[in-house]
């Protein structure tokens, strides 16, 4: 290598500095004029407000209890928890809601067909705000009060307030239950791996779907018995303003959750139907040659396949619904970017709230990308570029 | 290897541009002069304190403050531009300094004028928060409220003060918080919640303005907490801060003296000298706050004095006096001396 710009790899290297120290410059720069500023305008700064009380109170909570004389931490928590909990089942509900009507759209029946290319073209063209004050304002306007509550199954209670329902009255039985359920559930795993070992060996099917099935409820159910089927129900139950006892599923909720999941099962939809079609059509004659027919068509030559293209397109979907979980602040559920909003504005340190708020999707987003990233390594063909 | 060198003075130049760009401190007089409007934060809508009429004009006992504010600098009352703010965004645009002034209902509080980086020009509007209910849930006293679920905004000291009510009172409530205050209303009003909380003043202009049927609805006689609510500039610019102080204690100033938008031209030529004083014709007032002499006179001829502005604004939708008349009148409206 020559010291002289002539030189296409020293040049390249000199570029390649300055770019690097400009951008390292205006970092720095940002971040000192922005400490000047702090200081002049004499605005608090540092995390210290986290371990402070918060002395606001938080509508709904998932698995971590609080109340407003936590600190500003703990709500941070409940505000993450709560976006876990709204992520984790849009993105379960939308995967199978958009299997469903991606298959739909790919129905030899006319009326399928058109129903579901309907809904895939007015819920993907229609912003996902809209939908979400939609949704709400069908729940909050059209929803009867608690104290005139429909009554849809013996005690569910449908009013404003959300969803009332009974919950389970939990008995040391119901660990055993659940041990049982778990081992039943290695139980299948075992014969399913034992079954696919013989048929290799010898060609000799096992019905292992059915009998893990057996199984995995079969225990459970008689650990059930055997304790004297211990089985009471929490009935909610009209207290003064509200619905006390049972578990209550808010209209906030819901609603993003509606529309969370019913928005992305729309480009789900279309994704599996991309993904169905890019198999060849060879590959369904093939198998129908073979003699398999349709279901096991689908199980054993199509999907594989099709999993190989919908993968990757299917992680930014699931990235995109939690991210527009975000949006949850517009009807009020209390996810993370309210409660940091509400911190940043009571305690006045956006810069540290809007940080915090940056490293929490960028963690969450992350780990989504590399679980779907091995998913991905596993479907994709061997030896193929990933 | 000249090259080189050249390349890397380059980059030094470039590091040592950006290094010794301070932030410009500006004053923001010069700056609202230069751009020749005030830019001033008020509510996104709220009856009698900011919100458009049917023409698009802002129109509200907050409006009133920045456009006595533009009339002092300017003469002008009309310079005004509005940034429309949630109870979220209002601190972060004044800090970031979006907006000259913040006449947004705000709450003073020692935390907010200390690290929120702010100082607070006086209080245009004493008020106290509040609790409104439909009268068909039978509720008297904010004491039955044990339960029940609550409407209100966030970042607000309404929020604060809610849950150390209820946590004093050992009751337990579920809060609905919404950050749009039409969103926040309309989940009220659509029955989500059993309770709307926010200041008494807030509650009447709500209920006048936005209630299906005003009768149906019952503000409760508790009163939970102090809300004196005033315009907010930032630290560091006492020239603003003394012009914005000053503007809204002209306007109440001028009640006291009997000055309003009706009569001023004619009491201008009164020898009384306090008078003399206020519009202009002796003294320099207006220099000792880097203003033209006439810049009082010009906020109660264009603007009008405070109670003006109090019964044009709040008055039809059914506010008193009460606390905030003169405090010749046993109010708490009361202006230094003006000299």
New interface residues.
């Given amino acids: 290598m020559q010291?002289?710009?002539r030189d296409a790899r020293f040049r390249a290297l000199?570029f390649q500095v300055?770019a690097l120290?400009?951008v390292l410059?205006?970092l720095?720069?940002l971040v000192?004029?922005t400490v000047?500023?702090?200081e002049?305008?004499?605005?608090?700064s540092g995390f210290g407000f986290l371990a402070r009380e918060a002395?606001?109170?938080?509508?709904e909570t998932t698995f971590i209890a609080y109340?407003?004389?936590d600190t500003y931490l703990r709500a941070l928590a409940v505000g993450l928890a709560n976006t876990f909990r709204v992520a984790l089942l849009g993105v379960v509900l939308a995967t199978i809601v958009g299997t469903i009507v991606g298959l739909a759209r790919l129905s030899p029946n006319w009326l399928v067909s058109r129903l579901a290319t309907l809904y895939v073209e007015v819920l993907r063209n229609v912003p996902l705000l809209v939908q979400l004050f939609f949704w709400y304002?069908m729940i909050?306007?059209n929803l009867p009060?608690p104290r005139a509550a429909l009554k849809p199954l013996p005690g569910v209670f449908l009013s404003?307030?959300g969803i009332a329902l009974p919950t389970l009255v939990t008995e040391s039985a119901h660990a055993w239950i659940f041990g049982a359920f778990v081992l039943g559930l290695l139980l299948a795993w075992r014969i399913a791996v034992w079954a696919r070992r013989r048929q290799a060996r010898t060609g000799r099917q096992f019905h292992a779907f059915w009998a893990g099935l057996a199984i995995s409820v079969g225990l459970p159910l008689v650990v059930f018995v055997g304790a004297g089927a211990p089985f009471k129900l929490q009935v909610p139950a009209l207290?003064?303003?509200?619905f006390?006892g049972g578990a209550t599923l808010t209209?906030?909720f819901a609603a993003l959750l509606a529309g969370l999941t019913i928005y992305t099962a729309a480009f789900v939809a279309e994704i599996v139907r991309a993904g169905v079609l890019a198999v060849q059509r060879g590959q369904f004659e093939a198998a129908n040659a073979l003699g398999l027919h349709r279901g096991l068509t689908m199980r054993l030559v199509v999907l594989p396949q099709a999993l190989r293209v919908i993968v990757p397109p299917l992680t930014s979907q699931y990235l995109n619904l939690t991210k527009n979980s975000s949006l949850a602040?517009?009807?009020?559920y209390?996810d993370i970017v309210?409660i940091a909003?509400?911190a940043?504005?009571?305690?006045?340190q956006?810069i540290e709230g809007i940080a915090i708020i940056m490293a929490v999707y960028l963690t969450i987003s992350l780990s989504i990308s590399a679980f779907m990233n091995w998913y991905n390594r596993r479907v994709a063909l061997k030896g193929a570029r990933a | 290897m000249r090259k080189v060198a050249t390349v890397v003075a380059l980059g030094s130049a470039l590091a040592l541009t950006f290094a010794t760009l301070p932030a410009q401190a500006q004053s923001t007089l010069d700056a609202v002069k230069s751009k020749g409007f005030v830019q001033c934060g008020v509510n996104t809508g709220l009856a009698g304190f900011s919100q458009p009429d049917s023409k698009g004009e802002w129109k509200g006992l907050d409006v009133d403050l920045c456009r006595a504010v533009a009339a002092a600098v300017f003469g002008d009352a009309a310079k005004v531009r509005y940034t429309p703010l949630t109870a979220q965004q209002r601190f972060t645009a004044l800090q970031s300094g979006e907006i000259d002034i913040l006449s947004r209902n705000t709450t003073w509080t020692l935390s907010r004028d200390t690290s929120l980086g702010l100082n607070f020009a006086g209080v245009i509007y004493y008020d106290g928060q509040g609790f409104m209910v439909p009268k068909k849930l039978n509720v008297k006293s904010a004491k039955q409220l044990n339960g029940a679920t609550v409407c209100v905004q966030p970042g607000t000291t309404t929020e604060l003060n809610l849950a150390d009510y209820f946590r004093a009172n050992n009751m337990t409530f579920k809060p609905v918080v919404i950050e749009k205050l039409e969103e926040v209303t309309n989940a009220f009003f659509a029955g989500r919640c059993d309770v709307y909380t926010t200041d008494v003043s807030g509650l009447v202009s709500t209920r006048g303005s936005r209630a299906p049927n005003p009768a149906d609805y019952l503000i409760l006689p508790e009163v939970i907490s102090k809300e004196p609510l005033g315009p907010v500039v930032r630290h560091g610019d006492d020239k603003w801060f003394d012009i914005v102080k000053w503007t809204l204690f002209a306007m109440i100033e001028a009640e006291e003296m009997g000055l309003s938008s009706a009569n001023i031209d004619k009491m201008a030529g009164d020898k009384n000298p306090g008078i003399q004083r206020f519009v202009g014709t002796n003294g320099d007032l207006g220099k000792m706050l880097g203003l033209d002499a006439k810049w009082s006179y010009n906020i109660v001829k264009q603007v009008g004095n405070y109670g003006e502005s109090f019964d044009r604004n709040l008055k039809p939708l059914g506010f008193e006096r009460g606390i905030n008349a003169q405090w010749t009148k046993g109010g708490l409206m009361y202006a230094p001396p003006m000299r």
């Fill in positions: 010291l002289s710009l000199v300055v120290g400009a410059t205006a720095a720069y000192s004029n000047t500023n702090l002049a305008r004499k605005i608090a002395g606001f109170a938080i509508g109340n407003a004389a304002a909050s306007e009060g404003n307030r207290a003064g303003f509200n006390s209209p906030e602040v517009a009807i009020g209390p309210s909003n509400t940043i504005n009571q305690t006045g956006a």
